[in-house]
Structure formats: C-alpha cells, structure tokens
C-alpha cells in the first residue's frame, strides 16, 4: 500500500538547492581587466610604430656618438702614432748620424793607435790614447734617459769629447816630435853637424787632375800624416844623433884632469897646446866609442901611445889616445858604446888616463863642446 506524502498546514516549504556561477563583482572586474589589456594591446599596436621609431632615434643618437667618439680617438691615436713616428724618426736619424761619428772615432782611434806605438818607438810617451768606445747599437751603449730612451745628447756629447781627446793626443805627438826635433837640430848645428831632414812632400807625386765633385775630405786622414811625418822627422834627427860624438867614451870610475886649449905642459913646464880632454882613470878601464862610425886606425901614434881613431859618417873623426890594449881593429863598424881600447899610460903620460880628441879635416876641436851638447840632448829626450 502505497503512502503519498501529507502535506500539512502550516508547515515551511523546502528550499531549493544552489547552483554554482560567478559573482557579479568577480565578472565585472575581470571584464575591466580584459578590457584595459584589450585597450592597451590595441593601443600598443596602433603606436609600435612611433615606440619603434623612438628607440631607434636613440639607438642612431647613441652610435653617432659612440662614432664621433671613435672618430676623435682614431684621430688622436693617429696624431699621437705621427708624434711617435716622428719622434721616432728623429732619434733613428740621430743615432745614424752618432754612428756614424762613431765610425769616424772608431778610424780615428786606430790611426792615433798607430801613432801612439810609433812615438813609443821612438821615446815619446806624452801622448795618452783614450779607450776605445765600445762597438755596437749606440742606444744601448750609450747613456739611457730617465725615460728609458736612449740620451742622445749625452751620447753625442761623450762622442765629441773622445773624438777630442784623440785630436788631443795626436796634436800631443806632433808637437812632442816637432820640439825634439828642433832641439836636436839646434843642438847638433851649434857643433858644425848639419841634420837632414826629409821634407813632408818627399816622396809623393802624381798628375795634377782637378778634384772630384762628391769626393769626401779627409781632414783626420791628413793631420795622421802630418804628424806621422812629425815622427819621421823626429826620427831622422834622433838617428844623426847616433853618428855624433857627442857621447862619454868612458864609464865608471874617471874625473877629467885635463881641459882642451893652451896649458902647462907636464913635462917641460912651459905652455903648450892640448888638443884633447884627459881623464883620469884606472888602467885598464874600457874605452868604447863616442859615435856610430868605422875604425879607420889602430897601432902606436908618436906622443899618443897606443891610439885608435874612428871615422865617422859626418866627417868628424874621434881619436883615443894612452891606451893599453886593443878591443877593435882597422874597418870595423862600430856603434855608440862598442868597446874599442882599454885605458893606459903609453905615450906621453904621467899615469892611467884617456886622451879623447874630436878632429875635423885633421883639426882639433874641443870635445866638451860635443860632450855638453850629448847631455842636453840626453835630458831632450828624456
């Protein structure tokens, strides 16, 4: 049996169930949202263009100033790399022209070298050779700036000053040479010996030809020459000096006791000529020769004794006289100091002694004379 429901008075009707949907806060918002995105997206699309042109208007103002930029510093890099180049150039040109100085001094040192050895050779040491500069890049030998470069002005200075000192001691030797070789002259005419002397144009010659255009001078070259004959002279001086007597024949133990001219004569008491100087020495002592030259005489000789005489090559001849043996013979050549005799008493004589005479064409002159003159040249020369 089937039941229907009742409805009774008075009782609440039911309620029906909720469905589910959107507030009407929550739509409205989100439609306002949607339409602002909507109004901005069109909004952005119709003024992309205008956006796009305005970033590109900065885009463009940045590179062109990023290029100005560019274009100032490519510009001052390009002035500093001319500066530098340039500067460059100009120690490059410099240090050519310094070495090539240094080339001229490097000539220079070895001929004044020459010259140095020559004057040395012959007794002239005044002159002082400075040292050679060392050979090489003039920019790392030389002085350095503080800036790390080289210091040219420095370096050229220290060039010049070498090249002076080797003009100092070349212009040294020539003037060394030149005053030994007028005193020697001066001394050796003052005693009748005539000196020759080659000329500074002896042999040279040639055909007389124009100069030729962009050939350099040689200035070094000539004042090397010019004191090289200063030594030549010097040295034909100095070598006539060897065949003057102007030498002690004796060493040793001696004192003169005798002069040359009119004195008392030992024996007869009255006055006499003396034709020679005496010294005293022990017998036996060794006679050697006054000069360079040729034993022309050895035996007795009346009132000499035993005698030598050498001829020698500018026509003097030198006689020793009272000897008591005999160290040369007729025709030997002879030099400055050779023994030649001993000393004795033969002849007429009072005791041990030397007679030493110079004669020129068979006359006597004083010796002492030729004796004092060989001192001065000896202290000339030093």
């Not at 002259?185 to 010996?193: A, D, K, N």
């Not at 035996?299 to 005999?326: I, K, Q």
């Not at 013979?329 to 030493?356: C, D, M, N, W, Y």
Request: net charge negative; charged share 20%.
């Amino acid at each position: 049996m089937r039941h229907h429901p009742s409805f009774a008075r008075g009782a609440a009707p039911a309620k029906p169930p909720k469905s589910a949907g959107i507030r009407p806060a929550l739509f409205y918002s989100m439609f306002a949202v949607l339409l602002t995105g909507n109004a901005l997206t069109a909004t952005a699309f119709l003024l992309a263009p205008d956006i796009s042109r305005l970033y590109n208007g900065q885009t463009e103002q940045v590179v062109e100033a990023y290029e100005d930029r560019v274009a100032q510093l490519r510009v001052e890099v390009d002035r500093l790399h001319s500066r530098s180049f340039a500067q460059t150039g100009d120690i490059n040109l410099q240090l050519q022209e310094l070495s090539q100085q240094q080339e001229v001094l490097t000539e220079q040192h070895q001929l004044v070298q020459v010259l140095v050895d020559k004057a040395g050779e012959l007794g002239i040491d005044t002159a002082t050779l400075p040292a050679e500069k060392p050979s090489g890049d003039l920019a790392d030998a030389g002085p350095v700036a503080p800036s790390g470069n080289p210091d040219i002005d420095a370096t050229a200075k220290a060039l010049d000053r070498m090249m002076g000192e080797t003009q100092t001691a070349m212009t040294a030797i020539a003037d060394a040479a030149t005053q030994r070789t007028q005193g020697i002259v001066s001394e050796l005419s003052g005693i009748g010996i005539n000196v020759a002397l080659p000329d500074d144009d002896e042999g040279v010659g040639g055909p007389l030809l124009p100069p030729q255009a962009g050939e350099p001078d040689s200035p070094m070259v000539e004042d090397a020459n010019a004191v090289m004959s200063a030594l030549v002279r010097y040295k034909a001086a100095r070598d006539s000096i060897a065949s003057a007597p102007v030498h002690m024949p004796l060493t040793g133990q001696y004192r003169q006791s005798s002069s040359f001219g009119n004195r008392t004569d030992p024996f007869s008491g009255g006055r006499a000529f003396h034709a020679g100087l005496d010294f005293a020495a022990p017998s036996g002592s060794i006679v050697s020769a006054a000069a360079d030259g040729t034993v022309t005489f050895v035996g007795t000789m009346s009132g000499y004794g035993n005698a030598v005489e050498v001829t020698h090559a500018n026509g003097l001849v030198t006689r020793y006289g009272h000897l008591s043996g005999f160290l040369s013979e007729v025709g030997q050549v002879v030099h400055t100091g050779t023994p030649i005799a001993k000393v004795g008493s033969t002849g007429r004589s009072t005791g041990p002694h030397l007679h030493f005479e110079v004669r020129r064409n068979d006359a006597a002159i004083d010796p002492a004379n030729f004796l004092k003159a060989g001192k001065r040249l000896s202290a000339l020369l030093g």
